[in-house]
T-cell receptor, first 114, second 112 residues
Framework: DAMVIQNPRYQVTQFGKPVTLSCSQTLNHNVMYWYQQKSSQAPKLLFHYYDKDFNNEADTPDNFQSRRPNTSFCFLDIRSPGLGDAAMYLC?????????????FGPGTRLTVL | DAKTTQPTSMDCAEGRAANLPCNHSTISGNEYVYWYRQIHSQGPQYIIHGLKNNETNEMASLIITEDRKSSTLILPHATLRDTAVYYCIVRGLNTGGFKTIFGAGTRLFVKA
């Protein structure tokens, strides 16, 4: 089945130690998104790629970066994780960005910062 | 900012219809209404979306008022596995062009 895959499902890192989360998709969608979801809160969009074009949200910290080497893969890099970055990180995809394009979400990666 | 208002929580008896309301009084003409749900510790799951007409799929029905200022998601026969947070989202060109901005959602408890 076509799907959005996130690895690992659980990631533990140390304060200040760089960490990379990965997302892959078999839907061949043009757009890939990264969301951050803290405990008991709604998901918050960090940034997205439309093909190779990167679009950052205005309030996304510089500590968060992303790479999309090809259509299928997208990575979230956290350069110096702080305790406040502990959260569920969700990857999503969509065919396009118009209003009639639903997003498909992966299962998420839960990041713990020690 | 989220453009929708939903009740914080609702209860529903198993086997009964669950009707989840959403207010989106500032919706623009080209904006779609989407519903997602999120079961604990999983990614959000797409349920249904619509523009003006009522929509139905294998999961649910979406009823949009004629003035489009509110909508209702209907789960016709709720089961215990439908216990989740349900997000009503307005998405379209006026919502930052492409953003799916989540509000607080409604926590639905389906009880046996």
């Amino acid at each position: 089945d076509a799907m959005v895959i996130q690895n690992p499902r659980y990631q533990v890192t140390q304060f200040g130690k760089p960490v990379t989360l990965s997302c892959s998709q078999t839907l061949n969608h043009n757009v890939m998104y990264w969301y951050q979801q803290k405990s008991s809160q709604a998901p918050k969009l960090l940034f997205h790629y439309y093909d190779k074009d990167f679009n950052n949200e205005a309030d996304t910290p510089d500590n968060f970066q992303s790479r999309r080497p090809n259509t299928s893969f997208c990575f979230l890099d956290i350069r110096s994780p702080g305790l406040g970055d502990a959260a569920m990180y969700l990857c999503a995809t969509s065919r396009g960005t118009s209003g009639d394009n639903e997003q498909f979400f992966g299962p998420g990666t839960r990041l713990t910062v020690l | 900012d989220a453009k929708t208002t939903q009740p914080t929580s609702m209860d529903c008896a198993e086997g009964r219809a669950a009707n989840l309301p959403c207010n989106h009084s500032t919706i623009s003409g080209n904006e779609y209404v989407y519903w997602y749900r999120q079961i604990h510790s999983q990614g959000p799951q797409y349920i249904i979306h619509g523009l003006k007409n009522n929509e139905t799929n294998e999961m649910a029905s979406l009823i949009i008022t004629e003035d489009r200022k509110s909508s209702t998601l209907i789960l016709p026969h709720a089961t215990l596995r439908d216990t989740a947070v349900y997000y009503c989202i307005v998405r379209g060109l006026n919502t930052g062009g492409f953003k799916t901005i989540f509000g607080a959602g409604t926590r639905l408890f389906v009880k046996a």
